[in-house]
């Protein structure tokens, strides 16, 4: 499967942003799907996940409250809805893939990548 990670940009902080990450190759449904980031200096880390049919999530503790995982099936897209954005949000945001069926929140968990979004979050 091939990712492509869309909308990032620059924001004040309390601002909001809608990420997406299109997928073309096998049949997306088949795919347990991830959000992570990275900032400059900084370990890429967790931010949510979401089953293959998109009952179950997951979040990092640090966006719980403010960031919505979803998947459209159909448009073979999931999305990440970030609100109430905050300076230390700033980073390059990842979109994973795996098969599987159980929620994971390693990157070494995941074998397919998006290429990254950049979010800048302004104070």
């Known amino acids: 499967v091939q990712l492509q990670a869309s909308g990032g940009g620059l924001v004040q902080a309390g601002g909001s942003l809608r990420l997406s990450c299109a997928a073309s190759?096998?049949?997306?449904?088949?795919?347990?799907m991830g959000w992570f980031r990275q900032a400059p200096g900084k370990e890429r880390e967790f931010v949510a996940a979401?089953?293959?049919?998109?009952?179950?999530?997951n979040y990092a503790d640090s966006v719980k409250g403010r960031f919505t995982i979803s998947r459209d099936n159909a448009k073979n897209t999931v999305y990440l809805q970030v609100n109430s954005l905050k300076p230390e949000d700033t980073a390059v945001y990842y979109c994973?893939?795996?098969?599987?069926?159980?929620?994971?929140?390693?990157?070494?968990?995941?074998?397919?990548w998006g290429q990254g979004t950049q979010v800048t979050v302004s104070s």
């Open positions: 979401i089953s293959r049919g998109g009952s179950t999530t």
């Open positions: 994973a893939a795996r098969i599987a069926s159980v929620l994971a929140s390693q990157p070494t968990d995941y074998g397919y």
């Open positions: 190759g096998r049949t997306f449904s088949s795919y347990q």
